[in-house]
């Protein structure tokens, strides 16, 4: 039992060494991963996602980074890099179905989402009510025969919106000083999205706040 725990731990410590190594290898700089980049490692882990596609949407997200207009730049942070990780991952798993393994049916998906956030609305966290609204007309499609997911995805974007506009306090002081230590020296624009990404993912944990997109499920 310890020798599998010792195999499990080294195989967890190569993914999060892989990655960084990667990251310094697009950059050309030292690069130290900070408490927020390990979060969306573990995020990614938690996912399933493997070291390859991992790396795959990381490259993406600096070929986007370094054609980016006005100005182009350096991934500052591995939160940058999610959407194509998880958009690599995606097309990871569509390709994985002429091998015999069967992707989740829209159906399924949805329903799995309806059952999320009919829980949530269930649960009526105190501290999260002010979301009742958006999952309430979140139910009300995922209970249609046919669903838009951009529809799913604007009250993705509503919920999480509000999340940010809620997120005050001594909880979102302690996280502007973690972030400002974490990611000292970046731009006005580029600390507010990180703290964006960790307030809301916090938020999230906390209230068991389930997304909408029918990409989580």
Same mark, same amino acid.
């Given at each position: 039992m310890a020798g599998k725990k010792a195999t499990l731990d080294a195989q967890r410590s190569r993914y999060f060494q892989d990655i960084a190594a990667a990251l310094f290898r697009l950059r050309g700089a030292p690069f130290? *991963? #900070? #408490? $927020?980049?390990?979060?969306? @490692?573990?995020?990614? %882990?938690? /996912? $399933? @996602?493997?070291?390859?596609?991992?790396?795959? $949407? @990381?490259?993406?997200?600096?070929?986007?980074?370094?054609? /980016?207009?006005?100005?182009p730049g350096r991934l500052s942070s591995l939160s940058f890099c999610d959407r194509e990780v998880k958009r690599a991952f995606q097309e990871h798993r569509d390709r994985r179905v002429g091998r015999g393994k069967r992707p989740a049916a829209r159906s399924e998906k949805a329903g799995r989402a309806k059952e999320a956030v009919r829980?949530?609305?269930? /649960?009526?966290?105190? $501290?999260?009510g002010y979301l009742h609204g958006v999952y309430d007309r979140a139910l009300t499609? *995922? #209970?249609?025969? #046919?669903?838009?997911?951009?529809?799913?995805?604007? *009250? %993705?974007?509503?919920?999480?919106?509000?999340? *940010?506009e809620h997120a005050g306090g001594p909880e979102r002081l302690e996280a502007e000083q973690r972030m400002r230590a974490d990611f000292s020296g970046r731009s006005a624009d580029q600390f507010d999205e990180i703290l964006a990404v960790d307030l809301i993912r916090r938020a999230r944990e906390k209230y068991q706040i389930p997304h909408l997109s029918l990409f989580y499920y």
């Open positions: 130290v *991963l #900070s #408490s $927020g980049d390990m979060v969306t @490692i573990s995020s990614w %882990e938690q /996912a $399933g @996602i493997p070291l390859g596609v991992v790396q795959e $949407g @990381i490259r993406r997200a600096h070929e986007k980074a370094r054609q /980016a207009r006005p100005a829980a949530f609305l269930e /649960a009526s966290a105190a $501290g999260a499609l *995922l #209970s249609r025969k #046919s669903i838009r997911e951009e529809d799913l995805e604007r *009250l %993705e974007a509503e919920a999480e919106r509000l999340i *940010l």
